[in-house]
C-alpha cells in the first residue's frame, strides 16, 4: 500500500479527545484555545481533537478538526459521540494515528480531558449516564493501535507514545499498568483532584522539545503544569496540587506486579496484630481528596504508594518479611517515577500538604467505607490490575 505521508515532518501529533458532556464543558474549554495558540508557535506541534461540546449551541454536538500552524483544518460538526464508549475512543486514536502519519510525526501523544475516578475510571458522558473503567480505556487505545495498523500496514509500528490525563487522580497504579499493558510509554497525571480547566496544553510543547530524552521531556511537563496560572478577574490558581510523569515500560511494570502483589499476599497470611498495625500505618498516610467536605469519596482510600510502602517497611513492630516486601513494593514503584512536584500549600484544599504525594497513589482502604463506596457505577475495584494483584486480600486484612 503507497504511504499517505505528507511532506511536512513534525516532531508531535498530539490528539485532544475532550468530553464536554457533563458540567465541565465551558470551564475546559480554554485549553483548546491554548491549542490553537501553541500550533501557531510551534510548527513542530499539530493536534487532532474531538470536541463533544453544547458550547455556542442549543445542543449538544461533536467538532472534529486538527490544528496546525494557527489554522483549522478537516473540520465536521454532527451529531454528539458517546464519549465514554471504548470504541468511539479507539476510532478516534486510531484517526490520530492516521494523522501522526500523514504528517510524519516522530511521537504519538493523546491527551484525555474530562472528569477523572482514579482506578474508578474517566471520561463521564452524561447522555449516557455512563463512565468509562480503566480496563476499557487501555482496550480502546490498543484497538485504535491495532485499527491503524490493519489500515495502513506500511504504518503498522506506530504506537501511543504517552497519554496526558487532564483528569483528577489518574496517576494511579491501576491505570498505568493498564496502559502499559496496552504498549504505552509515558502517563503525565495527577494524583489528586484538579482544578479545570486542568492541565494546559502547554505541556505538548514539553513533549515536542525533548523528543528523545525522556527524563528531560517528563521535568519540562512537570514545570508547565505546576507553574501554569490560570486568571479569572480577581482569582489566581494553579491547575494541580500534584503532578507525575510515569515510565510505563513493561519490564518496570512486570516489576510494580510482582512487587505488589508479592506484599499482598505476604500480608494475607499475616496474624491479626500484624494487620493492625499496618492499618494503623496506612491511617497515618492521608488518601486523596484532602480538602473540606471530601467525606465519603472513594478516593480517601487512594494514598501515595512509595510513602505507604514505606512507612509499612519502617514499622519495627512488624516481622522482617513483610517489611522487606514492602520495601521491595516501595522501590519498584519509585523506579517508575521520571519527574514529579508536589505543593505544600495548596490553598483551594484548606492549605492540604503534598509532599508525601510523589508518585502514583494506590487503592489501599483501611476501613470497609473506602473499599469501593460508589459501586458500581464507579468502582475501583472491578479491574483487571486489583484482581491481578490479589488487591481483595488487602481489603480483607485490613478493611
Not at 476499557?136 to 495498523?149: N, T
Not at 497504579?173 to 504505552?184: K, Y
Not at 494487620?275 to 473540606?292: K, L, Q
Not at 483487571?384 to 486484612?397: C, E, H, I, Q
Request: glycine share 6%; with cysteine.
Amino acid at each position: 500500500m503507497e504511504s499517505v505521508r505528507q511532506t511536512t515532518q513534525r516532531t508531535l501529533e498530539f490528539g485532544i479527545y475532550r468530553d464536554g458532556d457533563n458540567n465541565l464543558d465551558r470551564s475546559q474549554a480554554v485549553t483548546l484555545a491554548q491549542a490553537l495558540q501553541l500550533s501557531r508557535e510551534d510548527a513542530n506541534i499539530e493536534f487532532t481533537v474531538e470536541d463533544t461540546t453544547s458550547r455556542n449551541s442549543s445542543r449538544l454536538q461533536t467538532r472534529m478538526y486538527t490544528l496546525a500552524d494557527g489554522q483549522v483544518d478537516h473540520a465536521s460538526t454532527g451529531l454528539p459521540h458517546d464519549m465514554a464508549s471504548s470504541k468511539n475512543l479507539a476510532d478516534f486514536v486510531a484517526t490520530t494515528l492516521d494523522q501522526a502519519e500523514r504528517c510524519g510525526a516522530k511521537q504519538t501523544w493523546i491527551e484525555l480531558s474530562d472528569h477523572g475516578a482514579g482506578d474508578g475510571g474517566g471520561l463521564e458522558a452524561d447522555s449516557a449516564q455512563a463512565i468509562m473503567s480503566i480496563d476499557a480505556m487501555a482496550a480502546a487505545i490498543a484497538r485504535g493501535v491495532q485499527l491503524h495498523a490493519g489500515d495502513h500496514p506500511e504504518d503498522a509500528g506506530r504506537k501511543v507514545d504517552g497519554v496526558v490525563a487532564n483528569q483528577c487522580l489518574m496517576a494511579s497504579l491501576g491505570f498505568s499498568d493498564e496502559l502499559s499493558h496496552a504498549g504505552v510509554k509515558f502517563l503525565a497525571a495527577s494524583p489528586e483532584t484538579m482544578l479545570s480547566p486542568g492541565t494546559p496544553t502547554t505541556v505538548a510543547g514539553a513533549i515536542a522539545r525533548h523528543p528523545d530524552d525522556p527524563v528531560a521531556m517528563a521535568h519540562a511537563v512537570v514545570r508547565d503544569v505546576m507553574d501554569y496560572t490560570y486568571e479569572v478577574g480577581a482569582q489566581r490558581w494553579h491547575p494541580a496540587a500534584a503532578f507525575d510523569v510515569l515510565d510505563l515500560a513493561n519490564d518496570k511494570w512486570a516489576q510494580v506486579e510482582r512487587r505488589v502483589k508479592a506484599f499482598n499476599d505476604t500480608l494475607a497470611n499475616e496474624p491479626a496484630s500484624a494487620a493492625r498495625i499496618v492499618r494503623s500505618d496506612a491511617a497515618s498516610v492521608e488518601g486523596m481528596v484532602r480538602f473540606p467536605h471530601a467525606d465519603g469519596m472513594p478516593w480517601q482510600g487512594d494514598r501515595p504508594a512509595v510513602t505507604l510502602y514505606d512507612t509499612i517497611a519502617g514499622d519495627s513492630r512488624l516481622d522482617q518479611s513483610l517489611r522487606t516486601s514492602a520495601k521491595a513494593a516501595a522501590g519498584a514503584i519509585a523506579s517508575i517515577v521520571l519527574a514529579h512536584a508536589e505543593s505544600s500549600d495548596v490553598a483551594p484544599f484548606g492549605d492540604a500538604d503534598y509532599r508525601d504525594a510523589v508518585g502514583p497513589t494506590v487503592h489501599f482502604p483501611v476501613r470497609s467505607s473506602e473499599i469501593d463506596p460508589w459501586a458500581p457505577r464507579v468502582s475501583e475495584t472491578n479491574n483487571a490490575f486489583y484482581k491481578r494483584l490479589d488487591g481483595s486480600n488487602v481489603a480483607a486484612t485490613i478493611a
